[in-house]
């Protein structure tokens, strides 16, 4: 949906906030530019029958996130376990780096 302007400066309305917010809020979630468009195309199309499709894109998008979050979590936990072994572990592993 296009912004407004005023003189050239954009005029944002509360429509365009909430279409920017979500955008952000996607992106972060880590969908990609082309599914974003993908996904925004279905909601502009306005059709009851592209609900399915639209949660696809979500579902697909949740359990690429939970992927993420597992590899960071396992990274992370992987650390501390360095970190609280680090004397009994680490300093006699460190000779062989």
Known sequence: MPIDRMSGI???NERNINQINFA???RAA???IETLKDYVTLVFEDDPTTI???KHILDEAINTLNEKVKEVTDASNYLQWK???????MVPSEKNL
């Open 30 to 32: 880590g969908l990609s």
């Open 52 to 54: 399915p499709a639209r």
């Open 10 to 12: 954009r005029k944002f």
């Open 83 to 89: 970190i609280d072994n680090y004397d009994s572990h």
């Open 24 to 26: 952000k809020s996607m």
